[in-house]
């Protein structure tokens, strides 16, 4: 998924030197964690739990904290950073959507105009349900609620200077999101998605880790949730809490804030969830995660749907990810952050 990439030079929050900058691997591995567990899901579901789901969440915490840390602690301006948004998401979109139209026409996954238009507008999570949505796009769902954060925290940021009243709003905003949620699947009897696609019901999960964030820069979140352990405690909970089993609503209101809370507590972990998330091969997924998000779609259709051999699929998935990584969204980000 397209959130500020976590190969970003981000602050540092460890007890030794909480002004430096530097480069955090174990974020870069959480968002290959997080692409992994979308790809597990989509070509080798696992029964009892929908890996894919959850990697969503995987990718909104991490969202969460990189644009706390860039919008409120580091005070980024705001034409730079959507700028910077800009150059690393909409080069790469637009020519997935212009390639898969052409080289799925005629398929069973077929593009409709209206359906590219509402992704490449960010609307595709309200249209998909109200409007048209077609197979190879409904991934867009999870990009428009984060584009949609994107703006509504850059506009509190502009708003609300003091840090001490933005905690408070951003919590109160989660949580009636998170009430918005159990009350259309419990109450209205709502589906998934017309319930979990909507950006009023599923900005929660990066709300609720901006403001973890937020919490720990000010010395604020109880020493007891930054043990060596935490992180990894409260991540094997939130998978628990996801399984089929669990009521959906359950998933968001209970498993989502400690997912938000593992990856703010990164930063205190010294064990085999940071050493994990810190070696080539997942720190390598997480460089290569949007454009794998963006490709794999079409290819799990054609699995999900044709019942098609799932290793050639993801194979053909990886080929067109890295060729949009390297040729599409890599270069394309690079001359526009230089030139614009």
Not at 127 to 138: E, F, K, P, Q, Y
Not at 168 to 180: E, I, K, Q, S, Y
Request: aromatic residues 14%; contains cysteine.
């Amino acid at each position: 998924m397209s959130d500020i990439s976590a190969t970003h030079m981000v602050r540092s929050l460890t007890v030794t030197d909480r002004s430096a900058r530097t480069r955090l691997a174990y974020l870069d591995g959480w968002r290959g964690l997080s692409i992994a567990l979308v790809l597990i899901g989509h070509f080798f579901p696992v029964p009892g739990i929908n890996l894919g789901v959850l990697g969503v969440e995987f990718f909104f915490v991490l969202s969460g904290r990189l644009m706390a840390e860039i919008l409120f602690i580091e005070r980024y301006p705001l034409k730079k950073f959507f700028k910077r948004r800009f150059a690393r998401i909409y080069p790469a979109l637009l020519v997935f959507v212009i390639v898969a139209m052409i080289a799925l026409s005629g398929t069973f996954i077929a593009f409709k105009w209206k359906a590219a238009l509402t992704a490449l507008t960010f609307t595709y999570n309200y249209a998909g349900i109200l409007v048209t949505r077609a197979g190879a796009l409904d991934h867009i769902w999870s990009l428009c609620v984060e584009e949609h954060a994107y703006v509504i925290l850059a506009l509190i940021s502009a708003l609300v200077s003091r840090r001490n009243r933005v905690i408070p709003l951003l919590v109160t905003l989660a949580l009636l999101a998170m009430a918005n949620g159990a009350i259309s699947y419990w109450v209205f009897d709502l589906d998934y998605e017309t319930t979990y696609w909507r950006t009023d019901v599923h900005i929660a999960s990066i709300l609720l880790s901006a403001s973890i964030c937020l919490l720990k820069a000010d010395g604020r979140l109880p020493a007891v949730l930054m043990g060596t352990h935490v992180a990894l405690a409260a991540t094997v909970g939130a998978v628990v809490l996801f399984l089929d089993p669990v009521p959906t609503p359950i998933h968001y209101l209970l498993a989502v804030p400690l997912l938000a809370l593992a990856v703010n507590v990164l930063d205190f972990n010294t064990g085999y969830l940071t050493g994990l998330l810190s070696s080539s091969p997942m720190t390598m997924l997480g460089l290569w995660s949007y454009s794998l998000y963006l490709w794999q779609q079409p290819f799990y259709k054609f699995v999900y749907e044709q019942g098609s051999n799932p290793w050639p699929m993801l194979a053909g998935a990886f080929a067109c990810a890295l060729c949009s990584y390297y040729v599409i969204e890599r270069p394309a980000r690079e001359w526009l952050n230089r030139n614009w």
